[in-house]
């Protein structure tokens, strides 16, 4: 089992920036692919960014394609999310997700695919 505690959201202005952290604890992080998602108030959960467990691999959903950026740094057992150039839509709680898997499993967006999740963090862009 692994834990994984979310921070780093709040409240940007449009266009601003935000750096998410995810910290996990307990198994090791290695052995987890990592996935960003998001859920919007009346929306279903929605599938953000995914790492391979080594980080050599990464896939965005279409609507952060080139704003946002996925890394992990397993000495420190940690993901991260760099989000720039943030948008109004982008408000929601933001989870991060582990997944087991070999080392060369593809990269999912199926929620349904991750075995851990975190609480999450808020994340508001005011325009």
């Known amino acids: 089992q692994v834990q994984l505690v979310e921070s780093g959201g709040g409240l940007v202005q449009d266009g601003g920036s935000l750096r998410l952290s995810c910290a996990a604890s307990g198994r090791t992080f290695s052995m987890f692919h990592m996935g960003w998602f998001r859920q919007a108030p009346g929306k279903e959960r929605e599938f953000v960014a995914g790492i391979s467990r080594g980080g050599g691999r990464t896939t965005y959903g279409d609507p952060v394609k080139g704003r946002f950026t996925i890394s992990r740094d397993n000495n420190k057992n940690t993901l991260y999310l760099q989000m720039n150039s943030l948008k109004p839509d982008d408000t929601a709680v933001y989870y991060c997700?582990?997944?087991?898997?070999?080392?060369?499993?593809?990269?999912?967006?199926?929620?349904?695919?991750?075995?851990?999740w975190g609480q999450g963090t808020q994340v508001a862009v005011s325009s």
């Open positions: 997700a582990a997944k087991r898997g070999i080392s060369t499993a593809p990269l999912t967006s199926d929620s349904g695919s991750y075995d851990y």
